[in-house]
């Protein structure tokens, strides 16, 4: 589980800049956000290709550790459910995993046009 620590941190962006190495070796650029306030969510933004932006996010809620990914158009960031349609949207984690994530990042793949449905 990714947690919201350091070392969670530091597991989140290797996990998602190995996933581009091994799948393309396309370019991968992330920083970090760090939101504090009545929610504690840490943010990795990332410049794919140097023209896709998505977020990943991880953090917890009432006491349950969740991740997910948004994909910015224009200036604001959309859950799955926004920029893809329901059925799609769906198979989409909500966990804090290395496996969520690399599976999300395949779905957003699948969405970029980068790879067919699995």
Same mark, same amino acid.
């Given at each position: 589980?990714?947690?919201?620590?350091?070392?969670?941190?530091?597991?989140?962006?290797?996990?998602?800049?190995?996933?581009?190495? +091994?799948?393309?070796?396309?370019?991968?650029?992330?920083?970090? +956000?760090?939101?504090?306030?009545?929610?504690?969510?840490?943010?990795?933004?990332?410049?794919?290709?140097? @023209?896709? +932006?998505?977020?990943?996010?991880?953090?917890?809620?009432?006491?349950?550790?969740?991740?997910?990914?948004?994909?910015?158009?224009?200036?604001?960031?959309?859950?799955?459910?926004?920029?893809?349609?329901?059925?799609?949207?769906?198979?989409?984690?909500?966990?804090?995993?290395?496996?969520?994530?690399?599976?999300?990042?395949?779905?957003?793949?699948?969405?970029?046009?980068?790879?067919? @449905?699995?």
């Amino acid at each position: 589980m990714i947690k919201n620590d350091i070392d969670g941190r530091n597991l989140l962006r290797k996990t998602i800049s190995s996933f581009y190495e +091994v799948n393309g070796g396309r370019h991968i650029y992330c920083f970090r +956000v760090d939101k504090k306030g009545e929610l504690d969510w840490h943010e990795e933004h990332c410049l794919l290709d140097r @023209k896709h +932006v998505f977020s990943y996010s991880i953090g917890s809620d009432r006491g349950i550790a969740i991740g997910g990914i948004a994909l910015a158009i224009g200036p604001h960031y959309f859950t799955p459910a926004n920029f893809w349609d329901y059925e799609n949207s769906e198979r989409f984690s909500i966990e804090s995993s290395t496996e969520a994530v690399e599976k999300n990042l395949r779905l957003l793949d699948e969405f970029l046009g980068y790879r067919e @449905k699995d």
